[in-house]
């Protein structure tokens, strides 16, 4: 089972999605309590996770979850799902979901290659 440790200082998004006119503010919460699971992350990857711990992080059913994901994939490109095979997946967050300074922060701690 997956032990959510929240992030330390929140996490940083950008104006544009604050501000989006057309995502939904229930959405956009769940969006952002699924980006806190990549918060460690320099590549905005989630960890392995099951659909219910989604579920239990995003106190959604684990139907809302898959539905939440394949909107905010087909419609608004916030993010990638790459299932593992093995009933995990991880979740890989786009770059306009964080802010131009972020971004910076995040290319400087990547790895060169």
Do not use: C
Not at 10 to 17: A, D, R
Not at 37 to 61: K, N
Not at 65 to 77: C, F, G, I, N, P
Not at 96 to 104: A, D, G, H, S
Request: net charge positive.
């Amino acid at each position: 089972m997956f032990k959510f440790l929240p992030p330390p200082r929140g996490i940083f998004v950008s104006t544009e999605l604050i501000f989006h006119d057309k995502m939904d503010d229930r959405l956009k919460a769940t969006l952002f309590r699924l980006m806190s699971t990549a918060w460690s992350s320099p590549t905005r990857t989630s960890p392995p996770l099951t659909v219910f711990d989604l579920a239990r992080l995003a106190q959604l059913s684990p139907h809302a979850v898959r539905e939440s994901l394949a909107k905010l994939h087909a419609e608004y490109a916030a993010l990638s799902v790459h299932n593992l095979g093995d009933g995990r997946l991880t979740l890989s967050f786009a770059e306009w979901l964080y802010p131009p300074t972020y971004r910076q922060m995040d290319m400087a701690a990547r790895p060169a290659g």
